[in-house]
């Protein structure tokens, strides 16, 4: 997978060296919240998760979960990426990051590399991004990214209805 680069970020693949990283951000209260309890707490946990949920979207996508690095200190600041699921139809933008790195806007500036690399590299139209519809934080990111709000979704039948936001290619849109 490419490492994105933004003018104060790398977006760069997560690596087996990221796992006090991942277990920090999967324990964050605001992430179990907003996105789940992964139940990951140790190094080799944190090795699984790291496999499944980045470097097989590597391998099969060429995208997915990216570690979001300061370029000036190399601190790892969150995760953002695109995200193929066979429970939705079309990709989704996916990101979370630790608390303290909140309200800098890395959120938004790794979300609008992702975007680019989606529609000039991967050849997509459409991005959604699934929200919990408490989580107004989340909700801004979107709507400054330009994603709009479609439907109320289930990915799972014992799952809550979640907010499901959409976001079009306007190059494409322009052209059709
Ligand atoms: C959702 C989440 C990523 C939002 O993070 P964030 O840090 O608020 O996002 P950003 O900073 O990129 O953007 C939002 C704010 O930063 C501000 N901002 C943008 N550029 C900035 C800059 N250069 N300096 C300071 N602030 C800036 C924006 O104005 C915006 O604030 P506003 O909405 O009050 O106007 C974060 O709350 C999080 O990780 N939550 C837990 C996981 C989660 O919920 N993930 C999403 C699941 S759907």
């Known amino acids: 997978m490419d490492t994105l680069e933004t003018p104060r970020l790398l977006l760069r693949p997560l690596t087996a060296d990221d796992t ?15 996105i789940g309890q992964r139940n990951v707490h140790t190094d080799e946990e944190a090795r699984t998760y790291i496999t499944n949920a980045a ?7 060429g995208f997915g979960l990216a570690a979001v690095v300061i370029k000036e200190t190399g601190e790892v600041t969150g995760m953002c990426g695109l995200i193929r699921r066979d ?13 303290r ?10 979300a609008q590399a992702w975007l680019k690399f989606g529609w000039d590299k991967a050849g997509l139209t459409r991005v959604v991004a699934i929200v ?8 801004r990111v979107l709507e400054k990214l330009g ?20 976001t079009e290619n306007a190059e494409k849109k ?3």
């Open 147 to 166: 994603f709009v709000f479609e439907k109320m979704v289930r990915l799972a039948a014992d799952d809550i209805e979640l907010r499901l936001f959409a």
């Open 87 to 99: 429970t939705l139809p079309d990709v989704d933008l996916g990101y979370a990051f630790l608390p």
């Open 174 to 176: 322009n052209r059709s």
């Open 55 to 61: 470097l097989n979207s590597y391998a099969k996508n």
């Open 20 to 34: 006090a990283f991942i277990i920090e951000l999967l324990n964050d209260p605001s992430f179990i919240q907003n």
């Open 132 to 139: 919990d519809p408490a989580n107004e934080p989340s909700v």
């Open 101 to 110: 790195y909140w309200g800098k806007g890395y959120a938004v500036e790794s």
